[in-house]
Each structure stands twice: as C-alpha cells, then as structure tokens.
C-alpha cells in the first residue's frame, strides 16, 4: 500500500522536475548565443570553457527533462538532474555573495537585471525544491508509467 | 535408493544451471538495454550541441558580415585614421557597467594608439537597456551624445562619450538630470544654447533611433560587443579579459 502511493508520488515528482528541464533547454537549445552570455555573465569559468558549457547545458537539460517525463532510465536521469540542481544553486549563491546581479538565465534571458537580488532567493528555493523532487525519484526505485517498466520488467525473484 | 537421489540431484542441478543460465541472458539484456538507451540520449545531446554550436558560429559570421566597418556609419564617432593597420568597432551603451568598466580600461590606451595612427576605433552607441524607452537613461544620454556630435563635431562628441562614462550612474539610479546632462555637453565643448533644446526635449530622437535600429540590424544583442579587424571578440570570461585581449590585438 505504501509502495503504490510512492511509486505514484514517484510518478508526480518525475513530471515536475522533467518539464521544468524540458522547458528549460527547448528555451536555451535554440538560442546559444543567449546562453553563451548568460554563462559568461556569472564569472565562473575561465574564458575557453564558457562556450562548451553553455552549449552543453541546454542540451543535457533537454535529455534529462526526456528521460525524467519517460521514464527511461529514471535512477540515472534523476541523479544527473540533481546534480544539476546543485551546481546551479552553487552558481546562483556565488553571484549573489559576489554582489552580481543578474538573470540567472534558467530559461533563457541572462545578464544583467536590476532586481536580481530580490530575485535570488526565490530561484535558490525553486532549485532546492527541485533538488529534493529529484532526490525523491532517485530513491523511488520504480515510478509509475514508466518506459522502465517496459524496458526492465520486474524481476521473479525480486 | 542411491540412484534416485543421484537422479533428483541431477535434475535440481539442471534446474538450476537453466535458471542461471536464464539469469545471465536477462542481465545481459538489462545491460545491452541501458547501454542502446544511453547511446540515444548522447547522440541527442550530441546533435543538439552540434545544432546549437552551428547555430552560434552562423549567429557569430552574420554578425561580422552586417556590421559596417569601423569609421563607416554615421552612428558613431570615429578615433584615428582610415589607414591604421587595425580597425576596432565598439557597440555599447551609456547605462552598461560592463561598457563603463571596458572604457575603464581601454580609453585612454585607444586613443594613444589612434593618435599614432595605430588603430581606428568607432565608438557606436545605441540602446539595449532602455528598451526604446525616451525616458530612460540610455536615450537621454544617447540624445545628449549625438545633441554634441550635431553641433560641436565629432572630437567634441568624443570627449562627451568619454564624460558620460566618468560619470556613468548606476543601473539601478539615480540618474543624471538634464541640467547634468547640459553641463557634460558644455564641458565636452558644446555651445549651451545649441544643445540646451535637444537635450531638454529629446531633439536627436531620429539619432537614438537609427542608431539602435542599425545596431539591431546588425545582430548586436548584448553590450560591449567588439570586433576587432573585423573579427567579434569571443572567448572572454571577464571584462577585464576582454580589455586585454582587446589591448593585445592592437597594441
């Protein structure tokens, strides 16, 4: 009875975190140039890496928010996105604490913004929200509706 | 009795060789499973990466093809001459840090060099922060720019430009009034009576306008935007970064 209510909270959580991501790199993904001054405007990464990351991210972004709305390979998919989740809290305190203001460029956008500092805890809050959604379907080992199920039927003996 | 047990055994150790044969086989499907699934998902992320780094590199060789040459538009003001072995075009905009901090640095060292016929910069200002806005502050500067440049000449503007930079506001204000304005202008070298209407009423509003359309045209979507000989400055990580590398090509 328990398992069944977390296989489908498991399912919910899977699709809050997938769209967000989905949504996120099909924004990014078309627009590299925006993107590539939303990496740089953090100042974090030396000049050569700007624009392999911010090539990358959209394109990870877009995968992992698949794979998360699908259900392939759940477990690793919500590892990467809580990973992702981390480095991007990280990105975010570090531009607040250096006294940075800008979009945190998420869903496109970036540079600069006047009311940015306003704006930071609120995405902090978001991404640890996030984060923990991802958290849950790592832990979750099978979700409802999910390509997984297909691919990997139960177990026997498990 | 022995042979029977001998049977049975026989048969369980069958039963169980098949199951771990079974096993094997369902594990090895797992696995070749996880790694097909894989395989999709990088060559997805492969291509759009691929689709993105295209993208960026066309965005990146439309832009240097749009952009007129420095000392060619009638947006701008122009340092040093045609003949200068290297050519620097400079998008900005008054209200932009990153643009007050990258004049910070390279002003005076540009106009050196131009002075000794080593490089041409044209300074083009226009406005992205002021979203077309006559209010804000990037126009009102830009108005008070060109307000300089119509009447007084370009030297004048250029001192103006330089002005409006040691005096740049805040993003986020307060800004400078129209009588703060008129003083820059006047010290720049502007005859107050000819610049005093322009900068109270927005007379340059056909300025403003054309020379953020031109910029637009252009591609330029962020500010600074530098080319150098013709070549967008890219791979910076930090104002500072590019000031140098900017000094480093034509120093």
Request: charged share 20%; proline share 5%; glycine share 10%.
């Given at each position: 009875?328990?398992?069944?209510?977390?296989?489908?909270?498991?399912?919910?959580?899977?699709?809050?975190?997938?769209?967000?991501?989905?949504?996120?790199?099909?924004?990014k993904v078309t627009s590299p140039d925006t993107s590539i001054a939303a990496v740089r405007a953090y100042e974090l990464l030396p000049g050569s890496l700007?624009?392999?990351?911010?090539?990358?991210?959209?394109?990870?972004?877009?995968?992992?928010?698949?794979?998360?709305?699908?259900?392939?390979?759940?477990?690793?998919?919500?590892?990467?996105?809580?990973?992702?989740?981390?480095?991007?809290?990280?990105?975010?305190?570090?531009?607040?604490?250096?006294?940075?203001?800008?979009?945190?460029?998420?869903?496109?956008?970036g540079g600069f913004d006047p009311d940015a500092s306003a704006k930071y805890p609120w995405e902090i809050a978001r991404d640890s929200g996030l984060l923990?959604?991802?958290?849950?379907?790592?832990?979750?080992?099978?979700?409802?509706?999910?390509?997984?199920?297909?691919?990997?039927?139960?177990?026997?003996?498990? | 009795?022995?042979?029977?047990?001998?049977?049975?055994?026989?048969?369980?150790?069958?039963?169980?060789?098949?199951?771990?044969?079974?096993?094997?086989?369902?594990?090895?499907?797992?696995?070749?499973?996880?790694?097909?699934?894989?395989?999709?998902?990088?060559?997805?992320?492969?291509?759009?990466?691929?689709?993105?780094?295209?993208?960026?590199?066309?965005?990146?060789?439309?832009?240097?093809?749009?952009?007129?040459?420095?000392?060619?538009?009638?947006?701008?003001?122009?340092i040093g001459p045609d003949s200068a072995p290297h050519t620097v075009v400079i998008y900005e905009d008054f209200l932009c840090p990153f643009c007050g901090?990258?004049?910070?640095?390279?002003?005076?060292?540009?106009?050196?060099?131009?002075?000794?016929?080593?490089?041409?910069?044209?300074?083009?200002?226009?406005?992205?922060?002021?979203?077309?806005?006559?209010?804000?502050?990037?126009?009102?500067?830009?108005?008070?720019?060109?307000?300089?440049?119509?009447?007084?000449?370009?030297?004048?503007?250029?001192?103006?430009?330089?002005?409006?930079?040691?005096?740049?506001?805040?993003?986020?204000?307060?800004?400078?009034?129209?009588?703060?304005?008129?003083?820059?202008?006047?010290?720049?070298?502007?005859?107050?009576?000819?610049?005093?209407?322009?900068?109270?009423?927005?007379?340059?509003?056909?300025?403003?306008?054309?020379?953020?359309?031109?910029?637009?045209?252009?591609?330029?979507?962020?500010?600074?935007?530098?080319?150098?000989?013709?070549?967008?400055?890219?791979?910076?990580?930090?104002?500072?970064?590019?000031?140098?590398?900017?000094?480093?090509?034509?120093?």
């Amino acid at each position: 009875m328990k398992g069944a209510v977390h296989e489908w909270a498991g399912l919910v959580a899977r699709l809050v975190t997938g769209a967000v991501w989905l949504v996120a790199g099909a924004l990014k993904v078309t627009s590299p140039d925006t993107s590539i001054a939303a990496v740089r405007a953090y100042e974090l990464l030396p000049g050569s890496l700007v624009e392999p990351v911010a090539l990358t991210l959209p394109a990870l972004e877009l995968v992992v928010g698949l794979a998360l709305i699908l259900g392939v390979l759940t477990r690793g998919a919500a590892v990467v996105s809580g990973l992702l989740f981390v480095a991007f809290i990280i990105g975010i305190v570090s531009v607040w604490s250096r006294g940075i203001e800008i979009d945190c460029g998420c869903f496109g956008g970036g540079g600069f913004d006047p009311d940015a500092s306003a704006k930071y805890p609120w995405e902090i809050a978001r991404d640890s929200g996030l984060l923990l959604l991802s958290a849950y379907v790592v832990l979750v080992p099978r979700t409802r509706v999910a390509v997984d199920r297909i691919l990997f039927p139960e177990r026997s003996h498990a | 009795m022995s042979d029977g047990m001998s049977k049975s055994q026989k048969r369980a150790a069958t039963a169980a060789a098949l199951r771990e044969e079974q096993q094997r086989r369902e594990n090895r499907r797992r696995l070749i499973t996880i790694g097909a699934v894989l395989a999709a998902m990088v060559l997805i992320v492969g291509g759009a990466i691929l689709v993105s780094k295209l993208q960026s590199d066309k965005q990146q060789s439309d832009l240097e093809s749009a952009v007129p040459p420095a000392g060619s538009s009638a947006n701008g003001v122009t340092i040093g001459p045609d003949s200068a072995p290297h050519t620097v075009v400079i998008y900005e905009d008054f209200l932009c840090p990153f643009c007050g901090e990258l004049e910070h640095q390279t002003h005076a060292k540009l106009a050196e060099l131009a002075a000794d016929g080593k490089v041409q910069v044209e300074y083009r200002p226009f406005d992205l922060l002021g979203g077309g806005n006559p209010e804000s502050y990037s126009e009102r500067s830009l108005n008070a720019f060109a307000a300089v440049l119509d009447s007084a000449g370009p030297e004048a503007a250029k001192k103006m430009h330089d002005l409006l930079y040691e005096n740049q506001p805040s993003e986020s204000g307060p800004f400078p009034s129209d009588d703060d304005l008129l003083a820059l202008a006047v010290q720049a070298g502007a005859s107050e009576s000819q610049v005093k209407d322009d900068i109270e009423n927005g007379g340059q509003q056909d300025f403003v306008d054309q020379a953020t359309a031109a910029a637009q045209k252009a591609g330029v979507k962020s500010t600074p935007t530098v080319l150098v000989d013709g070549k967008l400055q890219t791979g910076f990580s930090t104002v500072d970064d590019l000031a140098t590398q900017l000094l480093q090509e034509v120093g």
